[in-house]
């Protein structure tokens, strides 16, 4: 936190993901205010009581439960307000009944005269941010979805199991749709300077394995939500990873969803990929060069949200 800068954030929705992010906001001492906004105002006032009482043994900061004109002095609004994926559904299940949420959310959050940042965590993340975007009338760089931060970070701890690496000095990316048709980047998959290809090379099993693993990775949050009805720690820990980014200005490369414009040959659609963020949102897609092979599956994910977004434009 920049001393004697007042950083604010503002959480719309208090579930799960919403309420996990702000508590890990107030352990990792990021921002100075943070409200909670939800329809059921009693919910939101709830859990700004619940995080307050926290506050004699972490960081100083405000916490309140708010409306939508608190928006207007927020830095960045997180939007974790939807439909949740319920056993059995996929995420691009949830387009339909997130997408009518979403206008009227991000409606009124313009109303407040917001000029911050958006991140978007509701699923579908990338066809709500292509909304949100759309919505809010924003510059594209001002508006992130959580993308495959999370698949990504999935993706590194996996592997760092397999080859018993600390996961923090395993590198790759997963790309794509945070969902059913996202890749893996095998190509650019390396622990200390090593591709990962090579590192199995004289395992015969190894690639059959590999590939175990990243279904493992893709399949995860429908292992998670079986057992516990919802996934949301990880990705709150993401959501404050892209926060920290953009209010200490880092230039760090993290695998967001994207508006792409020709990048990776692919145009007008928000996809997971990597891309510098700072303060001003996403300052740059990373275009890594793909083998024909992950080339090909990025676009067969690019043409299944393309497909997928008709609610969106209908809508706009």
Same mark, same amino acid.
């Not at 963020?277 to 080339?295: A, T």
């Given at each position: 936190?920049?001393?004697?800068?007042?950083?604010?954030?503002?959480?719309?929705?208090?579930?799960?993901?919403?309420?996990?992010?702000?508590?890990?906001?107030?352990?990792?001492?990021?921002?100075?205010?943070?409200?909670?906004?939800?329809?059921?105002?009693?919910?939101?006032?709830?859990?700004?009581?619940?995080?307050?009482?926290? %506050?004699?043994?972490?960081?100083?900061?405000?916490?309140?439960?708010?409306?939508?004109?608190?928006?207007?002095?927020?830095?960045?609004?997180?939007?974790?307000?939807?439909?949740?994926?319920?056993?059995?559904?996929?995420?691009?299940?949830?387009?339909?009944? +997130?997408?009518?949420?979403?206008?009227?959310?991000?409606?009124?959050?313009?109303?407040?005269?917001?000029?911050?940042?958006?991140?978007?965590?509701?699923?579908?993340?990338?066809?709500?941010?292509?909304?949100?975007?759309?919505?809010?009338?924003?510059?594209?760089?001002?508006?992130?979805?959580?993308?495959?931060?999370?698949?990504?970070?999935?993706?590194?701890?996996?592997?760092?199991?397999?080859?018993?690496?600390?996961?923090? +000095?395993?590198?790759?990316?997963?790309?794509?749709?945070?969902?059913?048709?996202? %890749?893996?980047?095998?190509?650019?998959?390396?622990?200390?300077?090593?591709?990962?290809?090579?590192?199995?090379?004289?395992?015969? +099993?190894?690639?059959?394995?590999?590939?175990?693993?990243?279904?493992?990775?893709?399949?995860?949050?429908?292992?998670?939500?079986?057992?516990?009805?919802?996934?949301?720690?990880?990705?709150?820990?993401?959501?404050?990873?892209?926060?920290?980014?953009?209010?200490?200005?880092?230039?760090?490369?993290?695998?967001?969803?994207?508006?792409?414009?020709?990048?990776?040959?692919?145009?007008?659609?928000?996809?997971?990929?990597?891309?510098?963020?700072?303060?001003?949102?996403?300052?740059? &897609?990373?275009?890594?060069?793909?083998?024909?092979?992950?080339?090909?599956?990025?676009?067969?994910?690019?043409?299944?949200?393309?497909?997928?977004?008709?609610? &969106?434009?209908?809508?706009?």
């Amino acid at each position: 936190m920049f001393e004697g800068k007042t950083s604010r954030v503002a959480v719309i929705g208090t579930g799960f993901v919403g309420t996990s992010y702000a508590f890990s906001l107030l352990n990792q001492e990021v921002v100075n205010e943070l409200v909670l906004i939800d329809i059921n105002k009693d919910k939101a006032e709830g859990e700004a009581r619940d995080l307050n009482h926290g %506050l004699p043994f972490g960081a100083q900061m405000k916490i309140w439960a708010g409306k939508y004109e608190d928006c207007r002095e927020a830095d960045i609004v997180v939007i974790a307000a939807g439909a949740n994926q319920a056993p059995g559904e996929t995420r691009l299940d949830l387009i339909d009944k +997130n997408t009518v949420i979403f206008k009227k959310i991000v409606s009124n959050i313009m109303a407040s005269q917001f000029h911050g940042i958006f991140i978007v965590a509701t699923n579908p993340v990338d066809i709500l941010s292509y909304a949100t975007w759309k919505f809010s009338g924003l510059p594209k760089e001002r508006v992130i979805g959580s993308g495959t931060i999370l698949d990504t970070a999935r993706f590194r701890y996996s592997l760092g199991e397999y080859f018993q690496v600390d996961s923090r +000095n395993v590198h790759g990316y997963i790309l794509g749709e945070h969902g059913d048709t996202e %890749l893996p980047v095998w190509s650019h998959a390396s622990i200390g300077s090593r591709p990962v290809l090579s590192l199995i090379k004289d395992n015969p +099993n190894g690639k059959a394995e590999l590939d175990s693993l990243f279904a493992d990775v893709r399949d995860a949050a429908y292992h998670i939500i079986e057992r516990k009805g919802a996934t949301y720690y990880g990705i709150a820990m993401g959501l404050v990873r892209l926060t920290k980014a953009i209010l200490r200005n880092e230039n760090s490369i993290l695998t967001v969803s994207s508006l792409l414009e020709g990048e990776y040959g692919l145009d007008n659609l928000y996809i997971g990929v990597p891309a510098i963020i700072n303060k001003n949102g996403i300052k740059k &897609v990373i275009e890594l060069e793909l083998d024909d092979r992950e080339m090909e599956k990025l676009k067969h994910s690019a043409k299944t949200l393309k497909d997928a977004m008709q609610p &969106v434009l209908l809508h706009d």
